[in-house]
C-alpha cells in the first residue's frame, strides 16, 4: 500500500505539472482512442512502472477540469482541504447506511445536514441526506411528492393521472425521473419562461388549473435556484403561494446555484427557500468540493424515512434510526461523500464558503464588464448570474467552442435559450482569478484571427 501511495504522489506530481503546461488537454478523437492509448484488459498484468506510464498517458488526455482554462461546466477547480477529506474517505473505505460501519461519519453527516437545515430557514426537525448526483436529489424529492400525494402507490403502483411541473428551462433530470418513477413523461407540465429563463407562476397555475379539471392529479412543482444555461433563479414566494392553494409539494432545485444560503449578500436570491418542501444543493458545483457531493433536505422527516426506508435484519442490527442513514437513503451501499465538505468547512468555516461563493459572482460581474465594454461582444445574460452568456462578432458559437476545444486553447460551451445560441463561459472554476477571465477574452479574440477557426466556418 505504501508504493502504491508513493506512486499515487508521482502521478498527482505529473498532474499538476500537465495543468501548468498544458491547462487544455488536446483532445483524442474518438476514432483514435483505443489505437493512441492502451486501454486494453489482458490475461496477465503490467509492472509497476509500464502501469505508471500507462496512467500517465491517460492523465495526459485527460480533460483538466481544474485548470484556469476550464470554463465548461457547471463545476471545476480544485479546494486543497476538499480534496484531502475526499482521499481520506477513499482510504477509509466506509460505507455510509449504518452507524455500525460508518461509526463518526454518521456524526459528520449529520452536522453537514443540520447546518444547511439552518442556513435554509427550515425548521430544526427537518431531516435530509446526501446523494450522487442532483439529479437522485432530484428523483428523491418527486418520489417523497408522489407517495405523499397517493400513499398507495408503494404497494399498489401508479392507477390514476399524476401531473408535475417545472419551468422550461430546468434540468432535464425532471422528465427523465418523471419515466423512472411512473409518473410519465407526458404529465410533465413545462411551465413558460421569462427573458431571465424564470419560472413564470401566472402560467404555473393555468397549467395546474386545466389538469385539474381534466380529472388529472397535480402533485409535485420543481423550482430552480439557478437554471441551466441562464443561471436564472425562479421566484420561489410566488410559486409556494400556489402550491399552498393546491396542495402541491415544492422542491427547490439549487443543484447549481442553491450553494448562495452561504452568502450574505447572495442569498436574497432564493427569498422563500423557507417555504418549500424540499430543497437541494451540490457541494461540488458552488463550493468546488470533488465531485460528487449533492445534498438533499425536507420539512417532512417522516416522508423522507417512509418514501425510502425498508427493514433488512442483516443490515440494521445495532443503533437507532436516526443513525443508520440507509433507512433514508435511495441507495444501500453510498461511500462517504460527506467527508470532504466537512474537512472543506472545518477548515475554513462557513464564511470562508461565504468567499468561495461571493468570488464567483465578482468574476462573473467583471466578465460581463468586459463584454459590454467591447463593441466585438454581444451579451445575453443578466446581473447576479454566474454563467455569462455572449456571442464575439458573427461567429456561431457551437463552431467558436468546437475549434477552442480542438485546439487546445479553452474548454467552454455553448448553450441556446428560445432562438439564441451563444457561448456559455461559466465562473464557477475555483480557481479562477480576474486575470484568467481577463485571459479567456484575450484567448478568444487572438484565436479567430487563425486560419484553423476561419475554415471551421462556412462559407460566405
Not at 435559450?417 to 481577463?438: P, S
Request: with cysteine; aromatic share 10%; hydrophobic share 40%.
Amino acid at each position: 500500500m505504501r508504493q502504491d501511495l508513493n506512486l499515487f504522489v508521482e502521478l498527482c506530481d505529473y498532474l499538476l505539472q500537465e495543468e501548468q503546461k498544458n491547462p487544455v488537454a488536446r483532445p483524442v478523437e474518438t476514432s483514435e482512442l483505443f489505437q493512441k492509448l492502451d486501454l486494453s484488459l489482458n490475461d496477465f498484468g503490467v509492472v509497476d512502472q509500464d502501469l505508471v506510464s500507462n496512467l500517465k498517458s491517460i492523465i495526459k488526455y485527460t480533460p483538466k477540469t481544474a485548470s484556469t482554462a476550464f470554463f465548461n461546466q457547471l463545476f471545476g477547480g480544485r479546494v486543497s482541504k476538499a480534496t484531502l477529506g475526499d482521499l481520506l474517505a477513499v482510504m477509509l473505505n466506509n460505507s455510509m447506511y449504518t452507524y455500525k460501519v460508518a461509526g463518526p461519519h454518521v456524526g459528520i453527516e449529520k452536522e453537514i445536514i443540520n447546518n444547511i437545515i439552518q442556513l435554509s430557514g427550515y425548521p430544526k426537525d427537518s431531516s435530509g441526506t446526501l446523494a450522487a448526483g442532483g439529479s437522485m436529489t432530484n428523483f428523491m424529492a418527486l418520489l417523497m411528492a408522489r407517495d405523499q400525494k397517493s400513499p398507495e402507490v408503494r404497494a399498489e403502483g401508479l392507477n390514476k393521472t399524476m401531473t408535475l411541473y417545472t419551468s422550461e428551462a430546468s434540468h432535464y433530470s425532471i422528465s427523465k425521473n418523471a419515466v423512472l418513477s411512473g409518473i410519465g413523461k407526458n404529465n410533465v407540465r413545462l411551465v413558460k419562461t421569462n427573458e431571465k429563463g424564470e419560472m413564470d407562476a401566472a402560467h404555473l397555475e393555468q397549467l395546474v388549473k386545466k389538469d385539474m379539471q381534466a380529472g388529472h392529479t397535480p402533485f409535485f412543482v420543481n423550482a430552480t435556484a439557478g437554471t441551466t444555461v441562464l443561471g436564472g433563479f425562479d421566484d420561489i414566494t410566488s410559486i409556494s403561494k400556489i402550491c399552498k392553494t393546491y396542495n402541491l409539494w415544492l422542491h427547490v432545485d439549487g443543484a447549481y446555484c442553491g450553494s448562495v444560503i452561504f452568502s450574505e449578500r447572495y442569498k436574497y436570491l432564493v427569498n422563500g427557500l423557507e417555504l418549500s418542501d424540499s430543497f437541494s444543493l451540490n457541494a461540488h458545483k458552488m463550493l468546488g468540493t470533488p465531485l460528487g457531493c449533492s445534498i438533499i433536505i425536507t420539512k417532512h422527516k417522516a416522508q423522507l424515512h417512509h418514501s425510502f426506508s425498508n427493514e433488512a435484519d442483516y443490515l440494521y442490527q445495532t443503533d437507532s434510526d436516526d443513525f443508520n442513514l440507509g433507512k433514508i437513503s435511495l441507495q444501500c451501499g453510498r461511500r462517504n461523500d460527506a467527508l470532504k465538505l466537512w474537512t472543506l468547512w472545518k477548515s475554513i468555516g462557513k464564511k470562508g464558503l461565504e468567499k468561495i461563493v461571493d468570488h464567483q459572482f465578482e468574476l462573473a460581474e467583471y466578465a460581463r464588464a468586459y463584454i459590454s465594454n467591447h463593441p466585438d461582444y454581444s451579451l445575453y445574460s443578466f446581473d447576479d448570474s454566474i454563467s455569462v452568456c455572449f456571442n464575439y462578432r458573427d461567429i456561431p458559437a457551437n463552431l467558436l467552442c468546437t475549434a477552442l476545444y480542438k485546439e487546445a486553447e479553452l474548454m467552454v460551451g455553448f448553450g441556446r435559450f428560445r432562438d439564441t445560441e451563444f457561448v456559455r463561459m461559466v465562473t464557477i472554476n475555483t480557481v479562477l482569478k480576474k486575470e484568467d477571465i481577463l485571459n479567456f477574452f484575450q484567448t478568444i479574440e487572438a484565436f479567430v484571427s487563425k486560419d484553423l477557426l476561419k475554415s471551421s466556418l462556412p462559407e460566405a
